[in-house]
């Protein structure tokens, strides 16, 4: 857990597998993913009508129960 907690963008591979194993563990929002001068963002998709939207975690209420996935 303090791996998770101290480098959670080089786990990023990590958690997006354990999502896809089960999605009910976090917050989800439909948005259109943006890059500006080097900078990404995303503006909500219900705001922003005929752009294509993707779906991205917006929280994950509790990463040790995520963790628990793959606990044998």
């Known amino acids: 857990m303090k791996a998770v907690e101290l480098k959670e963008k080089a786990l990023h591979d990590t958690v997006a597998a354990l ?34 939207p993707s779906l991205i975690t917006t929280f994950i209420p509790d990463l040790k129960d995520l963790w628990m996935l793959i606990k044998p």
């Open 19 to 52: 999502l896809a194993i089960n999605p009910s563990k976090a917050l989800w929002e439909e948005v259109i993913p943006y890059r500006t001068r080097g900078e990404w963002g995303s503006w909500k998709a219900k705001e922003n009508p005929g752009k294509s």
